[in-house]
């Protein structure tokens, strides 16, 4: 089993590979995890396709699998994973982290009160919040 952790969340992979820096899994699990497609086209997601050189088609997809890494690192996003290759992160892209910081707005969360009860910070939204924060280290 891998766990991918993605900004949509956390989805458990049951078939994937992991291979050193290679994370290999089949189509449609690539889809369903982050909802690119491979076409005919190149890599697709809604109406946007990125090609795939030829010369690096070969390294991205064998057979019915493909490189979910090497697919993420084509599209520019960075790509981590731990010793075991148990636990991959696909993070987003640079362009998109500028946008964010840029638009001065915090992404949504939800956590817990002190009694249990979630709260999320859109249920708060056009109001004033204070958000306090600590950590032993």
């Not at 949509?8 to 992979?13: F, I, M, P, W």
């Not at 493909?66 to 636990?87: F, I």
Request: proline content about 6%.
């Amino acid at each position: 089993m891998t766990v991918l952790l993605t900004d949509e969340g956390e989805v458990t992979l049951a078939a994937a590979r992991a291979e050193g820096e290679r994370l290999w899994v089949d189509t449609a699990a690539l889809e369903a995890a982050t909802g690119w497609s491979l076409r005919p086209e190149g890599l697709c997601r809604d109406a946007v396709c990125v090609p795939i050189p030829p010369a690096r088609k070969g390294e991205i997809v064998r057979g019915e699998a493909v490189d979910l890494a090497a697919v993420w690192r084509h599209l520019g996003h960075p790509v981590a994973h731990d010793e075991t290759g148990a636990v991959w992160a696909l993070g987003e892209g640079a362009a998109e982290r500028a946008a964010s910081l840029r638009s001065l707005e915090a992404p949504d969360f939800t956590l817990p009160d002190v009694a249990g009860r979630p709260h999320a910070l859109s249920d708060y939204r056009g109001k004033k919040v204070l958000l306090v924060s600590w950590a032993s280290w």
